[in-house]
Every structure is written in structure tokens, then in C-alpha cells.
């Protein structure tokens, strides 16, 4: 069982300054949620993580929105035409889309922040996602200047996109951050200071007011947003918590109405103790290791990848250290893609015996052995549970293969994603979490083109080949052979090593009302009501 004791003090603090404002302001409806880390930034164009994201859909919209249930509503613009040859998309705006200062938001907005997102002075890792777009690809290799993006303001309130080739995902893909407008004369003067309380100016149901760095990020309902009057909460605070535990302990004390995960050694007890509070659901996204292939001992040496890999009991990780109801991960791409047959590594149907026999043998052929044992190290995100399956790992390494001595390596969010970008690591932990219902959301994350947000440096020109053909295959089976066969190209050079497919894990108190489970995890605030 666990036990509620005092948080540290910096932590207790905070709470009681927001919680004590929520007491004495008891006509206000405050949600608040637990956020996992410290964002690394609040631009749109520029984060690339699942805490960011969370927030950026509260204050930002694009032209879709993410609706309860995650599936994609109108958002700034209220409606769309698709041309017949499914390359010309015009959408319209609303007449009463605000930025939060009262100004209208503008088809000239996303011009402005889709050229900038593929601008390569950007740098954004998410560029990649508009190379759909008329010559986005073009653009962000410094091929094209970004007014040779396919947009066009047609109007103040007419926004029209031209694809390179028909892509059936793309009004999914606008749910997306990377894609929400951002107000230029902002960015301008205030440079990477823009998103800053008391420079930001956004456009969704709720704006940034406070942001205190490791304590609280606070949002209050935005008036100037078009559906404000169907907004039910006051205001919205994140809480970055890296610590689940302390995290469990403050939803119990009160102080979190939901938490961003949960830690995996309570799950059994909460099950228990706490079902109605607890919500467990499929998440669209795979929990991997990445090799640095770059650089030694994994570059040119797909036998001691193979061996790490296959040394790895992934029902034990699963049953044993992450207790969530994941599933053991023997491909890249998810399991429920629609038209899609997954694939698998061609030992999935192996038992774990037969596995540690071929890892040995694989271990000993890369040349590694009494006489030269491996020294390899695995970084990770400051997270009790990624510390809990990095030291699974390394010990199933040891028992395996004997003559591996792994250390482990843990970073703050911010610091980890410089690190890993830059390939200044052997092994990493990672986890890539779709970004819409198609698998080129994944199997793009790996083309050896997208830059830094490829995560171990992976080349391989037929897997890039075949990427592109996918996205000008216009026949929807055809299409789904084609990444098939990028998927067993990745899985036969195993540059990453999938170890499980995710569930979500939250827990939710008895007053949240309009919170509803799906695929993509996707909650956004607007929906959400505090019945205390």
C-alpha cells in the first residue's frame, strides 16, 4: 500500500498557492492536471513532445480541432472542399476567429506559420510534416524558398493547400501542433521569448497567464475564443511532475483532479483500491530503444543489434515491470491501422529460449565475449518508470549474454532531447506516439531526410524509396503493400529495438465529467468539466 507523506517543499508550495486561490475563489471551475515534464517550449512550430502538445491544444487551434472523443471536428475553419483530384484543399474560416488580444485570426496567419515551419532557418523538427504540401520537402532541404509553399491566402478568411500528390490522412494530420497558426508580429518582437505570460497571444479556448519553470503552467478561459460560451472550466493548470509517485500522492491528497501517468509498481494496488478512478486505454504508439548506428559498437554491425534485441523478455517487462495491459512489441507499427498488415520481426513467433540461444550466438559472431565484453550505456528521460525498464534491460542483457556491463544514464526532458537529437548516446529510450490514424506516421519517423527527430541516425535509401512511393500511391491497397515492405526493411536493419505497444494509464477523479477515452489520448480541456 501506498502512503500519502508531504511532498517537498518547492512542490508544496505552488500547489497551496494555486490550490488556496481555487479555495477562496469557490465560483471558479479550476482543472488541474497533471503534465509529466517541463515543456521545452510552448511554440507550436518548434516542440516535439507529448507534454507540450497537451497544452498547445488548449491554447492554440488549428484549422482542425481534436474533438472529445479525438476524432477531428472543425476547428478555425468551420468548413473545407476537397478538388476532385485530391490536391486542391479550401477552407474557410470562421468570421469570429480571434486571436486572444481580440484580433482576427486570418487565412495570412498560417501562410505565415506554415512557411515558417519549413523555413530550414526554422530548424524545426517538424518540418517534414508539411512536405505533403507543395514543394515543402523542397523548401525545408533549402531546395525552394518557402513562398513556393503550397498556400495561398485567398482571402482574409479563404485559406487553399495544394498537395504534391492525394493523401487520404491529411485532415487528420491538422489536429497536429505543428500546424496551428501562430500571430506573426508576436514572434517578430519577442523572438523565443513569444510564448512567454504577458507576450503570448494564442487562439484557442484558453490563454497562458502564469508559468512558474518546474511548479505550474496556468491557462484561463479565453473570452475572445469562438465556442467560449461552451466552455464550462474557469481555468486549466498543468503540473509538471516527473515523479509518479508524488504525482499519485497529490491526485490522492486533492491537489490533481488527473495525472499524466501512473506509476507501474502501484498499478496492481490501484486496480484494487481505486478501479473507478483508474482509466487504462490503447494508446497509438510504440515504446522503443534506439541504437546510435553512427557511431561504435552499433554501427555496421547489425549482429550485436540483433542479439541486444533478442535478449530482451518483453512479457516479463510487460507483465512484470509495467503491470498496464501493454502488448509486447515484436514490429514498428502499432497493431488497429486500418488496411494496413502489420509486421513482425521474424523471431516474434519464437519462444524467449530459442531467442537468448540465437542472441548468444549473434553476441559471439560480433565479436564479443569473455575476452571482450560489451560496455554500453542507456540513456533515459528522468522517469521512474523508464529507470525501472532501463535497469530490466540491463540486467536481462547480463543474464543473457554474460559479458555485458551496462550503465545507465538519466537527463531532465529538455537536456534528454538535446542529447538524443545530437546522437550523443549508444542506446536510447524513446517512444513515438502517432501523430494521426495512418502508418506513414510512423514508418516517416525513421526516413534518413526528417533530420534530428530520426533517433538513431538510421540510413537506408530503399527505405526512404519506398517512403516516398507511399505518398503518391493514390491505390489505398497498393499504398499499404508498399509501407509494408519499409517496415520489413526497418525490421531486418533493426536501427531500433520495439519493446512494447503502449496503453495509457491515468487516473481520473470522480468530478471530471467529459473525458473520454481513445486511441490517441487526446483530452482537450474545452470538453472537460469540474462537478465538485
Keep these: 500500500m501506498i502512503q500519502i507523506r508531504p511532498l517537498f517543499a518547492r512542490a508544496t508550495l505552488a500547489a497551496a498557492l494555486v490550490v488556496g486561490t481555487v479555495s477562496a475563489a469557490e465560483a471558479e471551475t479550476i482543472f488541474h492536471r497533471g503534465n509529466g515534464s517541463e515543456p521545452e517550449t510552448l511554440d507550436p512550430g518548434l516542440s516535439t513532445g507529448v507534454p507540450e502538445h497537451h497544452i498547445q491544444m488548449d491554447v492554440f487551434e488549428g484549422l482542425v480541432a481534436p474533438g ?24 474557410h474560416l470562421r468570421e469570429n476567429a480571434k486571436w486572444s488580444d481580440g484580433s482576427p485570426v486570418t487565412a495570412e496567419d498560417f501562410v505565415y506559420a506554415w512557411r515558417r515551419l519549413v523555413n530550414p532557418e526554422t530548424a524545426a523538427d517538424y518540418a517534414y510534416f508539411l512536405w505533403p504540401v507543395r514543394n515543402g520537402k523542397a523548401i525545408s532541404e533549402g531546395n525552394a524558398e518557402p513562398e513556393e509553399l503550397g498556400v495561398e491566402a485567398r482571402d482574409e478568411k479563404t485559406f487553399v493547400v495544394t498537395l504534391e500528390a492525394p493523401a487520404p490522412y491529411f485532415i487528420d494530420m491538422l489536429t497536429h501542433h505543428s500546424t496551428y497558426p501562430v500571430p506573426k508580429a508576436v514572434v517578430e518582437e519577442f523572438g523565443n521569448e513569444w510564448t512567454r505570460p504577458g507576450n503570448i497571444v494564442s487562439n484557442g479556448a484558453f490563454r497562458i497567464t502564469e508559468w512558474v519553470p518546474q511548479s505550474h503552467i496556468k491557462a484561463v478561459r479565453n473570452e475572445h475564443f469562438h465556442a467560449a460560451d461552451e466552455v464550462k472550466l474557469d481555468a486549466v493548470v498543468y503540473y509538471p511532475t516527473e515523479d509518479r509517485e508524488a504525482e499519485l500522492r497529490r491526485f490522492r491528497a486533492g491537489e490533481l ?29 510504440t515504446y522503443f530503444y534506439a541504437f546510435n548506428v553512427t557511431a561504435e559498437p552499433f554501427k555496421d554491425n547489425p549482429a550485436l543489434r540483433k542479439a541486444l534485441a533478442l535478449a530482451i523478455d518483453r512479457d516479463i517487462l510487460t507483465e512484470k515491470v509495467t503491470q498496464g495491459g501493454e502488448i509486447p512489441a515484436y514490429g514498428w507499427v502499432p497493431p488497429g491501422m486500418e488496411g494496413y498488415q502489420q509486421q513482425q520481426l521474424e523471431w516474434a513467433s519464437w519462444t524467449q529460449e530459442q531467442r537468448n540461444e540465437e542472441a548468444k550466438k549473434l553476441f559471439a559472431e560480433a565479436g564479443y565475449g569473455p575476452d571482450n565484453p560489451l560496455t554500453v550505456e542507456i540513456l533515459y528521460n528522468t ?6 525498464i532501463a535497469i530490466a534491460v540491463a540486467g536481462m542483457w547480463k543474464q543473457v549474454l554474460g559479458d555485458v556491463n551496462a550503465t545507465l544514464r538519466n537527463e531532465e526532458w529538455k537536456v534528454y532531447l538535446e542529447t538524443r537529437d545530437q546522437l550523443q548516446f549508444q542506446v536510447v529510450r524513446a517512444g513515438w506516439i502517432g501523430d494521426y490514424r495512418d502508418p506513414y506516421t510512423f514508418l516517416s519517423y525513421l526516413r534518413s531526410d526528417i533530420g534530428e527527430q530520426n533517433p538513431s541516425g538510421y540510413k537506408n535509401a530503399d527505405y526512404d524509396r519506398l517512403n516516398d512511393e507511399s505518398t503518391v500511391e493514390t491505390d489505398a491497397e497498393k499504398r499499404m503493400a508498399i509501407m509494408a515492405e519499409a517496415e520489413r526493411i526497418l525490421l531486418a536493419d533493426l536501427p531500433i529495438m520495439p519493446i512494447y505497444f503502449y496503453s495509457q494509464q491515468h487516473m481520473v477523479a470522480d468530478h471530471v465529467k467529459g473525458w473520454e477515452p481513445n486511441i490517441m489520448d487526446y483530452h482537450p480541456s474545452r470538453f472537460i468539466t469540474v462537478e465538485r
Design 383 to 388: 522517469d521512474d518508470n523508464h529507470r525501472k
Design 257 to 285: 483532479d488527473y495525472t499524466y501517468d501512473v506509476p507501474a509498481q502501484q498499478i496492481p494496488w490501484i486496480q484494487q483500491n481505486m478501479p473507478d478512478q483508474f482509466r487504462n486505454t490503447p494508446y497509438l504508439g
Design 68 to 91: 472529445p472523443d479525438s476524432e477531428p471536428i472543425p476547428g478555425v475553419a468551420e468548413s473545407w472542399e476537397i478538388g476532385d483530384d485530391g490536391l486542391t484543399y479550401v477552407f
